[in-house]
Each structure stands twice: as C-alpha cells, then as structure tokens.
C-alpha cells in the first residue's frame, strides 16, 4: 500500500505541470474483501458513520491547508491515529463502522495539482501563477486562494474554462480511479464500510444547493463514470438524471443527501423548481427516489429548525448562531421570510402539502448527521474538534474568535462552527449493502456527535407493557423510523421509544415527539410533546406544554459537567393524544442530553482565553429521529 501511495505521489507530480493530465492512468487495482457476511434478521446493531469528509482531494480543502489524503482518512475513522495536517496527533477514542469520502466533484485535485506544478510551467498564465505564489507564500495565502475560488463561483466570477472538467478529464479520471481503488482495499465487509461518493456543489448566487452522492458500489462499476461537476449545471434535475443513467449503465444503485439547507436561502426546500416553474408529479418522484435522507445537522450549523419558524420550541434555535444571517457565501443577507424552504422541519410540513395537493411528497426524507470536515478527520466530539479546515485546526489558539466565513470574511466566526455530526444507521450488518438499503428505507437518525442509541417505532397495536420487548414487538407489530402507517381504521397511532445514552457522554434530559399535520382548513401546524424525562418525581410539564428544566452542572472553568442529573436510558410508550383519523401526519423524535460545554470551553481552558459574551458556552445535545408518517387510508402517500 505505502509502495502504492508513493507511486500515485509521483505520478501526480509528473503529470501536473498544465492541471490536465493526458495518459496518466494506474493499471493495477485492488478491490474490497469478498468475505460473506451473514444479515441479521432485522437490524440489531446501530451503525456510526460520517457520510461527509474532504480529503485533500478537494479543491478548497487544500487549499485551506489539508495535506492528508484518502488513506489516512480511511486511517482515521478505523480507530488509527495519525498526524493532522498541521501537526497535531489525532485519534478518535472510539472507531467509525463507515465513511463517506466526498470530495468535491469539481475540479478533483485542482489545487493541489496547481500547487506542486513546476512555477516555470505557469509563467504564461498570469492568474494561475499568481494563485500558485500565494499558496506557496504562506497559510495565510492559501486561505485567500480558497477565499476567492468561493467567492467566484458564487459569484460565476471565475475564469472561463478555468476547470473545465472536458479539459480536465484525464486527471479527474486518474484520482477517481485511483481513489476507487483504495476505498475498496480499505473496505471489509462485516468490520468497516468505506463507501465511494462525491459532492455536488452547486451554489447559484451563494445560496447552498449542495448534496453529497453516495454509491452501493465498488470500483467496478464506479470507476466507469466521472463525478458530476457542477460548474455548468446546479439544478438537482440534472443530477438526478446522471444518477439515473448510471444506475442504468451499470446496474448499480446511487443516492443523494441534501446539507445545509440552512443556508440555501430558501431554496433548498422550495415550493417550486429551481428555475420557478411549478413542482410536478414527475419531480415529486424523482426528488423522493433520489434524495430519501438529509443531513440535517453539520459543521456549518444544525438545519432542524429555527425559532422564526418555531417559536414555541424553546429548542429551535440550536446550531442558528451565525448561519441565520447570510447565505453560504455570505454574498446575500437571508431574511425571516425565506426560512420556510431552509429547515427541514418546515420542509416536512411543507411535503404533507404536497401530498394533500398531488398525491406524493418531494420532502419525504430521513434524518442524518455528518461532519463536512475539510481536514480529513471525521471529528464530532466537543474535546476532539479539529474544525472546518486545516486552518482552523486544534492547536490553533485563535480559531474560535477568529474570521472564519468560507468565503468574504464578513458575517461568521470560529465559534460559530458545531461540532457535529454523525449518521446512525440501523442496518442488518456493517456492509455497503445493508448501510445503503437502511438509507433508502430511512432507517436512520443524525446526531449532532454523541452516540446515543435510539428507536422509534409506530403502529396502532402497541401497548404499555410492549416497552419490556420494545425491538421485537416494534418489528412485529409496526413500523421502525422512516416508515408509513396508513390507515388503522380510526384508531390514533401508538409509538414506543428508547434512548440509550452515550457512555462516553452526558446523560439524557428527555424524549420529544414533533408532530407535523395538515389541518382543516389545509394549513400545516406542529406541536411539541414531552412524553419521557428524567427525574419524573420532581419535573412536571406546565400549563404551558413546556417541562421544568432538567438543571445545569457545567463548570466552565474546568470544562467539566456532572452526571448527576439526567438519566441513562429512557424508554416509553406514547399515543397521540390530538390525533384525527382524516389528517396527514408525521412525528419524529428528539432526544435531548443535559447541558454540556462547547468545544470554545475547552480551547478557553487550553489557550487561557476569555471569551466574549456572547459565544455559545453551554449547549444540549442531541438526536433526531427518521419520520413516521400517517396518510389516511383514502389519501395516497
């Protein structure tokens, strides 16, 4: 493998001198074990992956610093540590089962290639010799590289045919295939998935349309394609129908997962296409066959909801800080008004319209969380963030104060980036086969970096004692998260619910239903339910809808909590106490933990910092829940 990497170096440094590469290929190639693995009968084990990390294989990554590759990602999700790009040893206390490398689709490897291109070889090109020059100068410079590549392709500013990806297909195809081929070694079925993928990035006018594709695939059939660029594209239909014809091609099988729809300025989730035309039935079943599972939680802020659209959720606003204002670019300021199509709480209502309308939902979408980290490094845990970027790495002192916006330096700072997330996947066993089809039946659930254990079931049969054998009869009798109940002959839906904590986390707070619903008059309403707690005795829910607060033991001088309060495990049995048999419905679950620290905490206790007022300090973590959805037995789903 070293010989393997060392001869991929050469040939990269050799081929680099123009940024296209002709005839530069890699013939031998390896592909992942063959070992059979046996399916449980239905999914017993939860599966902790990042569907979302960057390698130096992506432009901007490099850019801002990343110099670890495919392999030492894959590395470092196993459990190995290694040494980040600015020196720092990192390791994870406790391995991944998958990872999702998702490099931008466009121009792979452009930077770097610009980067170790003889300076001689660019004398003629006066742009991309000044951009090789300031990345050579300093950290500093690199950055405003990185800056300016944002800006302009928010901006369509960039030089024509820059990256053309005709002009670099050869090199695109050289790191595909070779990339391909180290997922594939580094993959073992029943042990560590390592998925292929890319990220698509369209970003019109700054506003975030960017999904992450991810591949059922080995190399076999991913390496008879190219990553879809997005330079000349930028509306999801046209992704969408690369993926068809892939599928088609190959006989392969492919998904995409919308992120940051908070900052997408309302577009993500928009009532009509990208271009404005109306929303079709054609496009509903598309968007639901393509895109089964959103990330909703990520470095770049939580995409729950928000309290302009919530405002009776005391919990709507975690993750808002910063990004709320702008959009990706912060090219453009986002209005209230535009919230609506950024949150996939509203989007989930919004997706009960359309069904009420047309007969089938676009929005009707799963849950994940993942880390969008440009490092390599799949950090989600408060005391082990190694930030966005290299740049912003943790032995930095000034990360969490400093300028830290991707592309103008207005707008956002380093406290503003989370450290979240990760996708919890329940899958009959730890392979590209099972992790993929959980995906696509939406048996899933983000977190924003604690791995608590949690299911959620629905039927209209449940009953309390069910609790005690919660797996089994939730199988049995219902549905778990991410599926239909229809029906149920005027019967209001049961639900049975465990959260298990972290054991190397804070104890649990409590258990949330959110409830979406279409009224009477065609209106789509929510409703937050407390229905489990910790210290039950002594917490008691008000007039209000609202309950006593779980307590705080955060000490901020020392970086530490108590888990003294809160509880391990909540485990309960719920029925909709407003359910009317005619109303589309769908209910998730949020499980909250007690409050804990944010990673500034710890780097003001590390750098002896003081931090300002208004940084975000304290926080509760959490976990979303994959939907269940009612339809009522005359309506179609």
Not at 291 to 314: A, C, M, R, Y
Request: glycine share 10%; hydrophobic share 35%; aromatic share 10%.
């Amino acid at each position: 493998m070293r010989e393997n990497m060392m001869r991929k170096a050469l040939l990269l440094a050799a081929c680099s001198a123009a940024l296209t590469i002709s005839g530069c290929s890699k013939d031998d190639g390896s592909s992942g074990s063959d070992a059979e693995v046996t399916n449980t009968e239905y999914p017993e084990q939860v599966f902790w992956g990042d569907t979302h990390l960057h390698t130096d294989n992506s432009i901007d990554a490099f850019g801002f610093g990343t110099r670890l590759d495919t392999e030492a990602a894959l590395r470092f999700a196993k459990g190995e540590e290694v040494t980040a790009s600015k020196g720092a040893k990192a390791k994870l206390s406790r391995p991944l089962d998958f990872l999702v490398i998702a490099d931008h689709s466009d121009a792979v490897g452009a930077t770097k290639a610009l980067y170790e291109a003889p300076r001689i070889a660019l004398l003629g090109n006066e742009f991309l010799l000044r951009w090789h020059d300031m990345m050579h100068e300093s950290d500093e410079g690199s950055l405003r590289v990185t800056a300016e590549l944002i800006d302009g392709a928010a901006n369509g500013t960039l030089p024509e045919g820059l990256f053309d990806p005709e002009e670099s297909a050869d090199r695109i195809k050289s790191l595909w295939t070779e990339h391909g081929e180290t997922l594939d070694e580094y993959n073992e079925p029943g042990k560590f998935t390592a998925f292929h993928g890319f990220e698509y990035t369209p970003m019109p006018g700054g506003d975030n349309l960017h999904r992450v594709v991810m591949f059922r695939d080995g190399s076999d059939k991913t390496s008879t394609i190219l990553p879809f660029a997005s330079f000349d594209a930028g509306d999801p239909e046209q992704l969408w129908a690369y993926m068809g014809a892939y599928e088609r091609d190959t006989g392969g099988k492919v998904l995409a997962i919308p992120h940051n729809s908070n900052v997408s300025n309302g577009r993500m989730f928009a009532m009509n296409k990208l271009d404005g035309s109306p929303i079709d039935e054609a496009y509903i079943k598309t968007r639901a066959l393509r895109e089964p599972i959103v990330e909703v939680t990520q470095i770049k802020g939580d995409s729950e909801s928000h309290p302009f659209l919530s405002p009776n959720d005391e919990f709507a606003n975690y993750g808002d800080a910063g990004w709320d204002k702008c959009n990706l670019s912060c090219s453009k300021d986002m209005p209230p008004e535009s919230y609506g199509g950024s949150y996939t709480r509203e989007a989930l209502k919004r997706g009960l319209e359309f069904t009420l309308k047309m007969g089938a939902n676009p929005f009707k979408f799963g849950m994940i969380g993942s880390t969008d980290s440009h490092t390599s490094l799949a950090t989600a845990d408060e005391n082990n963030f190694f930030g966005k970027h290299s740049g912003n790495e943790i032995n930095n002192k000034d990360r969490a104060l400093a300028p830290q916006n991707l592309g103008t330096r207005k707008g956002r700072f380093g406290w503003h980036y989370l450290s979240s997330g990760y996708a919890a996947v329940w899958a009959t066993s730890n392979t590209r086969e099972a992790i993929f089809d959980a995906m696509m039946r939406r048996e899933v659930y983000a977190t924003t970096g604690p791995r608590m254990q949690v299911r959620f079931f629905g039927g209209f049969d449940f009953a309390e004692a069910d609790t005690d054998d919660l797996v089994k009869t939730g199988y049995a009798k219902g549905v778990p998260m991410g599926g239909d109940l229809t029906g149920g002959g005027g019967k209001a839906p049961t639900f049975l619910v465990s959260a298990l904590m972290d054991p190397e986390s804070a104890n649990l707070d409590r258990i949330q239903v959110i409830k979406g619903w279409i009224d009477g008059n065609g209106k789509s309403q929510e409703k937050i339910y407390n229905i489990s707690w910790s210290s039950p005795d002594s917490r008691k829910v008000g007039a209000d809808g609202k309950l006593t607060a779980v307590g705080n033991t955060v000490d901020l001088t020392q970086a530490t909590w108590e888990n003294n309060i809160g509880a391990p495990e909540l485990v309960t049995w719920w029925q909709d106490p407003d359910f009317d048999a005619g109303q589309n419905a769908f209910y998730y679950v949020r499980i909250l933990e007690i409050p804990t620290p944010t990673w500034p905490v710890y780097d003001a206790l590390k750098f002896g910092l003081t931090l300002p007022d208004d940084v975000i300090t304290i926080q509760q973590e959490r976990a979303y829940s994959s939907p269940i959805w009612y339809t009522p037995a005359a309506a179609t789903s």
